[in-house]
């Protein structure tokens, strides 16, 4: 895996990603070439031809990351492959004509963008399906040996076969709570503790993780030394689950983490930047979202009567209550049907938070705001949770995308997610999460 503004990406998926850009780029360059009736030096030159390619370039770029095709590289069905690269060109045509109402010197002419975007859904298909097939089983994936086997050494390794676009592949384990041979998952006991040496030398790993199943066994230092000092990467099972699945592990958190270490601790010079760009994003939002609010309130009074605002009562930063505003929907009976069922699919139930954001009381991203009992009680149960007041709230966050839309979250995991964003938050983090947000709003995960 790759770690790109404190994400973690898919080795398959850059991969894929730098090869589609060859692909489109080459595939408009040569439709223009063909088509071209006059020496191309003028067209790709004076006539802005090579910008013009790069930018239909990334309007199919993005057409195939708001269809999900980076999410998911493996090719399930050829008959969905194909409809989704047929709205990836639509999308990038839509993008195209909105080009022309901003500067027509960016858009590349009808002429190339058709037939070019025609090459594009035949080579994308056949390229997809080569890649798929073979191309992810011919690069060598990373090769991972666990030192021990506790519960979420077996969690990260269930989590490896069941995504193998992460470009890795589990060589075994060396533990002494099985004999050798013992099938744990897709691979096996290799052998006890005192072998990993030897273990190590016959199966060259890429990587180490440490992760003994009872905290009664010493951690074998000497020898793991020895393997750091011979090239191999060494990690603690804690940290490298965290980098696996984009959460901290409860279980592994500790005091000091938020004494000692920086990772935790807000920055006042990036508060400042952070609340002046989320009121003067929100201002723009308001003003331009004020007569959809209008009508989606209207509608909602209409087809419901009573109260139009709900308001609950929430912790910002610091713990400091604050009014929490949104459009009330009925129940979830009468939610999935009519005026309720708009509102709510293209959330637009949401747009008063953009008052809280102008108050200064939340930003676009963060945790979801919790009311003060429901804080008070989970304090009591679990550790840190008030930590999470560190920053504030958000509209949406990192654990909002990462747990599935309108179904219970679990507590616990979605604390986990919101402890990796407190730990990695990032200008480039808010970003990805903003644009995942977009997307999921625009066209929904099925």
């Known amino acids: 895996m790759i770690r790109t503004i404190r994400v973690f990406?898919?080795?398959?998926?850059?991969?894929?990603?730098?090869?589609?850009?060859?692909?489109?780029?080459?595939?408009?360059?040569?439709?223009?070439?063909?088509?071209?009736?006059?020496?191309?030096?003028?067209?790709?030159?004076d006539n802005d031809g090579l910008l013009r390619i790069g930018v239909a370039t990334a309007s199919m770029l993005f057409g195939l990351y708001f269809e999900d095709l980076y999410s998911h590289i493996y090719v399930k069905s050829r008959v969905l492959?194909?409809?989704?690269?047929?709205l990836t060109a639509g999308i990038a045509l839509v993008l195209q004509?909105?080009?022309?109402?901003?500067?027509?010197?960016?858009?590349?002419?009808?002429?190339?963008?058709?037939?070019?975007?025609?090459?594009?859904?035949v080579a994308l298909f056949a390229w997809r399906i080569v890649y798929?097939?073979?191309?992810?089983?011919?690069?060598?994936?990373q090769r991972i040996l666990f030192v021990g086997a506790n519960p979420l050494i077996q969690a990260m390794a269930g989590h490896i076969d069941e995504h193998p676009e992460l470009g890795m592949r589990v060589l075994g384990y060396v533990d002494d709570g099985a004999a050798p041979g013992s099938p744990q998952g897709s691979a096996k006991v290799l052998g006890p503790l005192d072998s990993r040496r030897d273990i190590a030398a016959e199966v060259l790993p890429d990587r180490v993780v440490v992760g003994l199943a009872e905290r009664r066994q010493r951690m074998p230092i000497q020898d793991l030394l020895q393997l750091r000092f011979l090239g191999l990467p060494i990690e603690e099972a804690a940290a490298a689950y965290e980098q696996l699945c984009?959460?901290?592990?409860?279980?592994?958190?500790?005091?000091?983490?938020?004494?000692?270490?920086?990772?935790?601790?807000?920055?006042?010079?990036?508060q400042v930047y952070e609340t002046l760009a989320n009121w003067f994003i929100a201002l723009i939002l308001a003003v331009l979202s004020a007569p959809l609010l209008l009508l989606a309130a209207a509608l909602l009074k209409l087809a419901n009567g009573g109260p139009v605002l709900s308001r609950s009562r929430c912790l910002g930063l610091a713990g400091r209550p604050f009014t929490l505003y949104r459009l009330r929907l009925p129940g979830d009976g009468a939610r999935s049907r009519g005026v309720a069922r708009m509102v709510h699919r293209w959330k637009l139930d949401a747009l008063p938070e953009l008052w809280n954001i102008l108050r200064g009381e939340m930003n676009f991203v963060g945790p979801r705001p919790d009311r003060p009992e429901?804080?008070?009680?989970?304090?009591?149960?679990?550790?840190?949770?008030?930590?999470?007041?560190?920053?504030?709230?958000?509209?949406?966050?990192?654990?909002?995308?990462?747990?599935?839309?309108?179904?219970?979250?679990?507590?616990?995991?979605?604390?986990?997610?919101?402890?990796?964003?407190?730990?990695?938050?990032?200008?480039g983090l808010d970003t990805y999460i903003v644009l995942h947000t977009l997307k999921e709003l625009l066209i929904p995960s099925t």
């Open 81 to 86: 492959l194909l409809q989704q690269l047929c």
């Open 246 to 270: 984009g959460r901290v592990l409860l279980s592994e958190l500790h005091p000091s983490q938020f004494l000692l270490s920086t990772a935790f601790r807000p920055r006042p010079d990036w």
């Open 9 to 45: 990406v898919p080795v398959g998926a850059v991969a894929l990603l730098l090869s589609e850009i060859l692909l489109i780029a080459s595939s408009f360059l040569i439709v223009t070439l063909l088509l071209l009736r006059v020496d191309p030096a003028v067209f790709l030159l």
């Open 374 to 427: 429901f804080v008070h009680a989970l304090t009591e149960l679990i550790p840190f949770y008030r930590q999470r007041c560190y920053v504030k709230p958000g509209l949406t966050g990192w654990a909002q995308i990462n747990l599935p839309p309108d179904q219970p979250a679990e507590t616990l995991r979605q604390l986990e997610y919101d402890f990796y964003y407190l730990k990695n938050r990032s200008r």
């Open 97 to 121: 004509g909105l080009l022309s109402y901003v500067n027509d010197n960016f858009r590349l002419p009808l002429w190339v963008m058709i037939p070019g975007s025609a090459l594009i859904i």
């Open 132 to 141: 798929s097939a073979l191309v992810l089983r011919m690069v060598g994936a």
